[in-house]
């Protein structure tokens, strides 16, 4: 088994075998690309490894014969003290984890070849040496890094310093003699070895598995082992590190966006530990290796077709490139990169679609602060995750993660470290003290869609005593503060948050989207201000309008009496019309020739009356009024075991048919209302919680008689349609009577989803979901994405049988809170359906993922 | 199109067209058994009539020539003076309906006529003429009856006698006189076009379509009108009228049964106002009629392969049959008959064993009254519908038919009508003071299975003033009172009622059933009692063992602590394992070799809890102890909005897995103490609420363990089946993943109609079920009779699913209430299903449907 490559024998598209780190090492090579000379150990052999748990004496055979084939290229020996050879040994997992995983530099080290390195520069050898007894103490070794840390600091404190560089070569040597101190370090070829383990074992590390449950990754890849020359960005100052992106991460322009630091390496600039300078410097200041990097950036870019995340170290003036990577960026900028490109001709229409991740659009419309004159900026930092957020000061990651869910936690850090992720994921927003762009707090939340501000020195922060410093200001844990991601201001107290709008790009995208996708885009708007809003992200129509808010408010007590007073019943309904009706009308004014689905009543009754808990306590108390007693009878009447399968929607309304019978005269009389105001109104009248044909024929006996009775009153008729929303396993199975039954059907797969799987899920989320969640038993929380195999296998049995009756005759969507998400909507495109229906804010995901699905359909 | 059919031109097989009655006239006419001549009219003219609400010319001069046929064969002529015609017009549905339909008898007299035939003999000729007055008048003409009643009774009161018999021939034709000013009698031609639309109109009265709603008969099939010369039971003492079952309609012996009139008509009996003699008096006195009736008895019984319901009419000597159908009989005369029937070589097993409607074996196994040494018998009756009652007394149907669902009720009449069947639906026992075993009362109480008594003289029912004398002690309506339909007995008080064995020719038939099916059918049965039932009832094992009753009682207190308190945690576990170990080894005693499927516990942790409304009374009234607020804490904790959907059953394992740990240890110990005890434990262990197959690997995981543990600690082994119970759509959609899991799955048809409709029972039955059956928006009532287009359907894509994975190596049952109703057995073994489950009191239903399903299935 070859488990050995060196870089002439990889390519890009052996990431599964290489890992991507490898795989594109292994490109660049091949493209002429300079990159210090290497080899790649295969995820074969770590998945091996964790077979055998040692590394396998033909690995390490192989291993010194690759090695050999670097020395001759650099012309530099491994172990040897006059010329020797050090290396870096960096993990590569088939899809990228950054940070995740083990990395150890300047690898192959001894007191011996410190010596004779120290004959020509005698600092850089006994920095590079401590650098490397603390990164193989702690990640092979496995001592605890706030040793190697403290004796660190203790000689800043010493020289009076604040940064690394600062320190005295002397300082630098008893450094590493205390170092030393800490354990034996190995020979070379040992060390080599044990960092190959290290890395291998790294895979799966607590970080490193918490990682990939997050983003749904398989346990089962394995981690390559990329071993490569170093090259040393801290041999002066002609040596220079830096990370680079081909364009702006943040918001997609294209220009060389990133940073890097004289005389380092690259782990100072990831770590945040020092502050580096933007790219726009080493334009000034190294013009010539500038002018490479964006050639090379841009070599990349045309032969990836996508935007680069570029590592970079400049050795004495010589450029290499250490690593490049598809860029991480922000929604936003995918969205104008994918667009630009399409413009550029490094990609077409197709790619630039398929390219988002839909679920991305969300985050792109980020919410924003809303100027007012009275906003305390106390604080600017770099904006490093766009948005912005509000909420309580959270100063550690534990406390964020326990808190996050109930309460809004802004995670206030120094820097985050990988070890922070689970409190970044329940924070609304982060802020650092130190750190730049590409640190890890930035990249975090970035890829995490978590607005972000990095880097804000003026936070003096006070873990132990719980409070920061902030020009002068002082806050504890729990005040309240925003962050906006886009600017990097930092505000005192509440502020108001507002939605953003379309960006110019988006649109271009959506159109380009609405010219490939299949799938009808609608809304769920209640109300004409949602109407407004879906209209305005390109919905076509309104998919569910629910009327259940229609009896609330002011006309929760016309409601009470048309349940409670018999007498009053008439002149209740007599109201609720003339309310109803302008509801209606309201509506059909802004949807001016969109069809708009109105559902009727779907909730039982005793929702419209107090809770009977209360009635209960308050009658105990003796304090009923005998309003409140009659009210208190009804509510126990009404009570139910389980109301969610209980006495609502068309069951209600077949044991008492005034309710629909208002219901769809207001929708009628409404609708020529509009017509004689110049509107068109096309009202598709929807029948909810059908479990049979039968319910349809009984409800549509009563209706149809009084929308005829309202066109004769009106000497005026107008078009409209009836149908069935399908919720229940039963309904799907009759779904074909029901077709002949109706003109359009709409599966309201919330409700699917519970009785499908028998789970309440008021009750469920609660008691086990997350458990099941976390145990693994559910892959995925069928409440947010499709169940494809029970909830998705009845709704293709409903759509082949109403199908098989009326073709292509009856329209079928969906309006569950699955109509706005991606693989739902993937789902829904395969099955056939003419629509899916979501909440405005999600129209623009399921315009672009109705496209994804056409797409990737015909691509088939 | 033919719509007259002349006796010799119809059969048995014509009774779609022709009626029963009708059909079965012919068919006697042919094979040579006296019935006075005649013709039908076919259910077509009676569809036809429907249509166009009037006789069509057609009809009515096709009657004239079949009449002129029947003039030609009696050698009388209709309307003539000298020598009368006088028919019959008798309606006849496709499927009998007693009662329920209109006749018309004597039909053809006028003044002229019965001038002429009162010289030979008056009363006789007054007589017959009251009778057509009044029947015609009532049917045809809609005149009230009682007007003809408040006439009769007032010359009953001037003559001061107490039957009809006993009137003067000049009270008669004082009667006919009063009679004639009621109305006009048409001429005897239009008589017989208005009888023959009136009966054609009594296919659509009341009665009638209440009829087939209850016993679920098309609407739309109409009536035949059976056309015939009138004979006279009443022309004098040598004249007599009776009805004869040939085999014992009770016990089903074989032997004429029956009851007749001397100088009578038939209608007399029927009505129940005379009390007949039985007809074992025939026999002394018309020996000769006696044997010709017994003969032609056994040629219909041959003829028709099985007992017949006889009516006949013997006038001045000689005997005619005006009747023969199928005999209706009690559950335990059906089942000996049958069983007779085989063993005389008149049917085969097969027909014997499909022949019995499997519902009505639940009422063969009547209850009993216990007797006791106290009992107070007050009188007694006819024994008409066999079985015991206790109830309230009731003195009318309407009252009946309104608490009749609450309470129980004994419906005592002097006689019932057509118009009490309401009534008699909702009773548990009918007491007439009138009428003999072929009257109304005893007629639809055996159909319904209801115990019955008729004919008690000694109640003198005072309806107004709303109490019974009976034999010198008062009973007011709402006094209980027992009935016992076996024997006639009427018993004051309240009794105590005991369950009925297995009659021994229903043993003899399940053993036959037996011989052919091939479901296998075991029990639902939570305890030893239970499961000793359900071995004598034939159950092959248990298909359900319910735990929830095992934490409940004196071990509720244990169960608590368990939920309440964690430090006792372990010791309440420990104490349930010795507690379920013990319930388990007395059931694997029982069943000795017998497989037992044991449910791991179902139920939500707040069912063992006190409800949380009665805490928050408790709690506001302040009369909180300190353990009390910790329960409460907990059951607010555990509250549930659909606690159907909820955390209970696998779910609640997932999250604490001590319960079904020690519930599966429980199960090994008591197998492994049975097997050291000599008997041999089939132990099956059952998971509920499954909704994916992770769910039973994780349950697996740690009860395998546990299960290997106690074979370890014993260092004895035995087998054990794991299996999961699917009672949720998304259960039925991944059957094949839990296939793979599992070696058996079990149907749980109750909740899985609750999940597939979205119908909570608790709910739906109160709120609005009834509804829906009454609007027949569902046809059956899914709870009880299996769902095929829903339900069904799931169950069958598992099967198909399951069986894929595993063939025939799993096995599948049901153990829903489904598992004892005849339909659904038969859906059960057409999708292949192993076995089905039931109440022990049903087994003998499911034996019997079993066998009945695979004779169907092999003759299609």
Redesign the interface.
């Known amino acids: 088994m070859k488990i050995i490559y060196l870089f002439e024998e990889g390519s890009k598209e052996m990431k599964e075998l290489l890992g991507n780190k490898g795989a594109q090492l292994c490109e660049m090579y091949r493209i002429g690309v300079p990159v210090p000379p290497g080899f790649v150990i295969s995820t074969k052999a770590c998945i091996s490894y964790f077979k055998e748990r040692k590394l396998s004496d033909d690995l390490k055979q192989k291993v010194i014969e690759a090695l050999k084939e670097i020395e001759k290229r650099t012309g530099k020996k491994f172990g040897d003290k006059k010329n020797p050879l050090l290396l870096s040994v960096r993990s590569g997992a088939p899809v990228s984890m950054p940070g995740m995983m083990d990395t150890i530099l300047n690898l192959g080290l001894n007191d011996e070849i410190v010596e004779e390195l120290a004959k020509s520069n005698e600092w850089f050898a006994y920095d590079t040496y401590r650098r490397f007894l603390s990164m193989f103490g702690e990640i092979v070794m496995n001592i605890d890094k706030d040793k190697f840390e403290e004796i660190m600091n203790k000689w800043k404190e010493i020289e009076k310093v604040k940064s690394d560089q600062e320190l005295s070569v002397n300082a630098l040597k008893e450094i590493v003699k205390e170092y030393k101190e800490l354990y034996k370090l190995p020979s070379p070829q040992e060390q080599l070895f044990m960092a190959i383990e290290a890395v291998f074992k790294s895979w799966n590390n607590e970080r490193a598995i918490h990682y990939r449950k997050i983003h749904n990754l398989p346990d089962d890849l394995g981690t390559g082992v990329v071993i490569q020359a170093m090259v040393f960005g801290n041999l002066g100052e002609d040596c220079l590190t830096g990370v680079a992106f081909t364009r702006n991460p943040s918001d997609g322009k294209k220009e060389l966006y990133g940073e890097f630091l004289i005389n380092a390496q690259g782990e100072d600039i990831v770590s945040g530990r020092r502050n580096p300078m933007p790219i726009s410097i080493l334009k000034e200041k190294f013009p010539e290796i500038y002018k490479e990097l964006l050639e090379i950036g841009e070599k990349l870019e045309r032969h990836y077709k996508d935007m680069q995340d570029i590592e970079f170290t400049v050795e004495k003036g010589k450029l290499y490139i250490l690593q490049t990577r598809t860029a991480k960026r922000t929604a936003k900028a995918s969205v104008k990169i994918a667009v630009d490109m399409v413009n550029e001709g490094i990609i077409d229409k197709k790619e630039a679609i398929t390219r988002i991740d839909a679920n991305s659009l969300e985050k792109l419309l980020h919410k924003q602060i809303k100027k007012t004159d009275n906003l305390k900026i106390i604080a600017r930092g770099l904006p490093a995750s766009p948005g912005a957020a509000v909420g309580k000061i959270c100063f550690s990651a534990d406390k964020a993660s326990m808190i996050g869910d109930k309460e809004k936690v802004i995670l206030v850090r120094n820097e985050t470290t990988p070890d922070d992720i689970h409190g970044v994921v329940k924070s609304q927003g982060i802020l650092t003290a130190r750190g730049g762009i590409t640190s890890h707090a930035a990249v975090v939340s970035r890829g995490l869609g978590i607005p972000c501000v990095v880097g804000c020195s003026a936070l003096k922060i006070n873990e132990e005593e719980g409070y920061i410093e902030v020009n002068g200001t002082i806050l504890k844990e729990g005040d309240t503060i925003a962050i906006d991601g886009t600017t990097g201001e930092v505000i005192l107290g509440e502020v108001e948050l507002i939605e953003a709008e379309l960006i110019e790009e988006l649109k271009k995208l959506l159109e380009w989207a609405d010219e490939y996708r299949r799938l009808k885009v609608y809304a769920n708007a209640d109300l004409p201000e949602d109407a407004k809003k879906a209209l305005y992200f390109g919905a076509e129509g309104i998919g569910l309008c629910r009327t259940e808010h229609m009896f609330l408010g002011n006309r929760l007590p016309i409601v009470r009496e048309m349940i409670l007073d018999k007498s009053k019943k008439r002149e209740a309904f007599k109201k609720l019309l003339e309310e109803q009706k302008k509801d209606f009308f309201e509506l059909f004014k802004v949807m001016d020739g969109k069809p708009v689905v109105i559902r009727l009543l779907d909730a039982p009754l005793h929702e419209f009356l107090p809770k009977?808990?209360d009635l209960?306590?308050k009658k105990?108390?003796g304090r009923f009024s005998s309003k409140e007693k009659i009210i208190f009878e009804k509510v126990k009447e009404l009570k139910?075991?389980?109301?969610?399968?209980?006495?609502r929607g068309v069951?209600?309304a077949?044991?008492e048919p005034e309710i629909y019978k208002m219901q769809a005269r207001a929708i009628i009389e409404a609708s020529i209302m509009a017509m004689e105001n110049g509107y068109k109104a096309i009202p598709y009248i929807e029948i909810p919680?059908v479990?049979?044909a039968?319910?349809i024929k009984?409800i549509k006996k009563y209706i149809i008689k009084e929308i005829e009775k309202v066109f004769k009153e009106k000497g005026k008729e107008i078009d409209y349609k009836i149908g069935a929303m399908i919720?229940?396993?039963?309904a799907c199975?009759?779904a074909d009577e029901i077709a002949k039954e109706v003109d359009f059907i709409s599966f309201g797969t919330n409700?699917l989803t519970?009785?499908?799987?028998?789970?309440?899920r008021?009750?469920?989320e609660e008691?086990?979901l997350g458990?099941?969640f976390e145990?693994?038993?559910?892959e995925k929380d069928p409440f947010s994405v499709l169940?494809e195999?029970?909830?998705g296998?009845?709704m293709k049995i409903a759509v082949n049988k109403a199908r098989k009756i009326k073709g292509k005759e009856i329209e079928i969507g969906i309006c569950g809170e699955h109509g706005g998400e991606p693989n739902s909507i993937r789902f829904c495109h395969k099955i056939g359906l003419d629509l899916v229906s979501c909440s405005p804010y999600r129209i623009a995901i399921a315009r672009l993922s109705a496209a994804q699905a056409s797409i990737i359909d015909n691509n088939k």
């Open positions: 009977y808990e209960v306590e105990i108390k139910e075991v389980n109301p969610m399968l209980g006495f069951r209600l077949i044991v919680i479990s049979d039968n319910e009984e919720e229940l396993p039963r199975f009759v409700d519970q009785t499908t799987f028998g789970y309440s008021d009750d469920a008691e086990f458990i099941y145990k693994k038993i559910l169940d195999k029970g909830v296998e009845l």
